[in-house]
Antibody, heavy 121, light 111 residues
Framework: EVQLVESGGGLVKPGGSLRLSCAAS????????MYWVRQAPGKGLEWVGR??????????DYAAPVKGRFTISRDDSENTLYLQMNSLKTEDTAMYYC????????????WGQGTLVTVSS | DIVMTQTPLSSPVTLGQPASISCRSS???????????LSWLQQRPGQPLRLLIY???NRFSGVPDRFSGSGAGADFTLRISRVEAEDVGVYYC????????FGQGTRLEIK
């Protein structure tokens, strides 16, 4: 069974940093593209960024609002995805989900339960 | 960036009646490989996000056949043939042809 479990959320002051983790299991992690998606309270889904699998170079892409502040990485030996968030702003307050596509091309067929990040003074 | 526009944003429906949600993209979602990466997701209160439909019309594993997707190019529709109480929630279209973009979400509620 595919499982994605996020952790690392919490309360942080504006300008602060936080690192989220997403532990993956139930599939071969190394070559799977992994994604972060967020949802501000009462709002819709927003794509944050992605990291390609090892076979595709492991490169990253980011949404404009987080580019230069957030960094996605992965540890294939630990089957874990990371999101390093720096220079946090109040508008980064959201539930952060990791997601991926295992069997359904061009979609997110597997989601974590999310971890809440609150940026507030 | 591709912009996804859903209508309506709220849909009150009678149990047992059909419902449909429209999703339009600001440009064609046909990928250079010929596929169209348009999917539909469901978010129910207290439940994880759930994939319903991928590549326009392919029902994901375990999704009831009352859910169907159709469309082409930049114009897509999710239909529920007979709404059940468990269908209450928010529905999102998502494109993955060029990075990722979501529609604003459509809230399905029972009249």
């Amino acid at each position: 069974e595919v499982q994605l479990v996020e952790s690392g959320g919490g309360l942080v002051k504006p300008g602060g940093s936080l690192r989220l983790s997403c532990a993956a299991s139930g599939f071969t992690f190394t070559n799977v593209w992994m994604y972060w998606v967020r949802q501000a309270p009462g709002k819709g889904l927003e794509w944050v960024g992605r990291i390609k699998g090892k076979i595709d170079g492991g490169t990253t892409d980011y949404a404009a609002p987080v580019k230069g502040r957030f960094t996605i990485s992965r540890d294939d030996s630990e089957n874990t995805l990371y999101l390093q968030m720096n220079s946090l702003k109040t508008e980064d307050t959201a539930m952060y989900y990791c997601a991926t596509c295992i069997t359904a091309p061009g979609s997110f067929d597997s989601w974590g339960q999310g971890t809440l990040v609150t940026v507030s003074s | 960036d591709i912009v996804m526009t859903q209508t309506p944003l709220s849909s009150p429906v009678t149990l047992g009646q059909p419902a449909s949600i429209s999703c339009r993209s600001s440009q064609s979602l046909v990928h250079s490989n010929g596929d169209t990466y348009l999917s539909w997701l469901q978010q129910r209160p207290g439940q994880p996000l759930r994939l319903l439909i991928y590549k326009i019309s392919n029902r994901f594993s375990g999704v009831p056949d009352r859910f169907s997707g159709s469309g082409a190019g930049a114009d897509f529709t999710l239909r529920i043939s007979r709404v059940e109480a468990e269908d209450v929630g928010v529905y999102y279209c998502m494109q993955a042809t060029q990075l990722i973009t979501f529609g604003q979400g459509t809230r399905l509620e029972i009249k």
